[in-house]
């Protein structure tokens, strides 16, 4: 990944280098940083520009000019400093496969336009984010939010223009599917600007680097290893638009230093749950028209433990609950543990939002959607949701929230309850709870859902088999002298 940013901002910068060198004689300077600085395109060194390092590429040193390339660059573009990888000359790295390899990142994008290498060279990016987080598994989950649940959190929201805000970012997928969002639906990208925070170093730099490569200003995305409970780097920020997925059920949060802390405003949350804390963080930075859309685990849809029944309730009352969408199985890469999206907001009671969209009241409503049955499966162990199933849950949340929606209750999939329904439930959010069964409930197939589930269920004894094999093989193998 540091190899694709590297040829990225070295494609962006050749193509501004050869119009300015065609500028000469009219006064233009190829080698002023500042003309560069003006463009918003990273100043390349002359030993850091990819020809260069592709001339080198057969060498046993490239390593070492690899390393020395991102260390110049660092030291030409201030916003930059600490977030490229120098890793490339070590002795575990084979310097002729990295040499095959800057061979190959070399023909992306062939030398095209800089927009449109930004296009390709970041899919290629996230694409790279993704099978990454899918090797790492539990630790990928970290860094990573499967982006079908990014682009239907943002879908949902719809954020046009304001301030977007993710307090543990991660990677930055939320700030690129935000500004993906803008671009695809007309808007004007400089409408948008993004504030956000990480607490692990690795992964404020992939999400630097991510943001760079769309060219999206990351000035504002912060890293310290206190986090945004301890350290919060926006202090005096109300947001827009919330957009995050923060970890699940923490309970080493710090907690027990933060017990009269500003922010719980709706209840002390308990030291060894972080999931209302972060609840809270987010409505302490949301703008009094603000909206937030959250991944949250499903437990906080119903637990009472240590007071959490007794937060969610409050903010049940207080009006700030909007939409409630139960998260099909399988969906994440760090964790089984289910999890659902909330959504809020500052003002229900507003027929206009901070971006000009038409809200009616829903002041006394919360809206359900129960969308476990929806997705698809990319392999046995992984969940995601199709282009049709982000339409559908994205459609149904604008006709109840929109003025003039065309919204009616579904049996099994959704449901407009009052907060009255809600108090009578005793503020337990679980969708199922209001959305009933399925009009098509009689006609379950008892054995042939038997016979599905058999099915799986060898399969994965198999697995195992197979895998208790290899661990029988190669204990073997460390027992033999």
Known sequence: MGLIFLKYISDAFEELYARLKAEEESGADPEDKDEYKAENVFFVPQDARWNYLQSKAKQPEIGKFVDEAMDAIEKENASLKGVLPKVFARQNLDPTSLGELIDLVGNIALGDAKARSADVLGHVFEYFLGEFALAEGKKGGQFYTPRSVVELLVEMLEPYKGRVFDPCCGSGGMFVQSLKFVDSHAGRVNDISIYGQESNQTTWRLAKMNLAIRGIDSSQVKWNNEGSFLNDAHKDLKADYIIANPPFNVSDWGGDLMRTDGRWQYGTPPTGNANFAWMQHFIYHLAPTGQAGVVLAKGALTSKSSGEGDIRKALVENGLIDCIVNLPAKLFLNT?????????????????????????????????????????????RTRELSPEDIDKITSTYHNWRNVGGSYEDIPGFCAAATIEKVKS??????????VGLPDDEDDFDFKERFTALKAELEAQLLEEAELNKIIAENLNKIQMP
């Open 336 to 380: 089984q543990i289910p999890a659902s999206l909330w959504f809020m907001s500052r003002n229900r009671a507003s027929t206009s939002s901070a971006t000009g969209l038409e809200f009616r009241d829903r002041s006394n409503e919360i809206l359900f959607i129960d969308a476990r049955n929806l997705g698809y499966l990319i392999n046995r």
């Open 425 to 434: 439930l005793d503020y337990v959010l679980t969708p199922g709870r209001y």
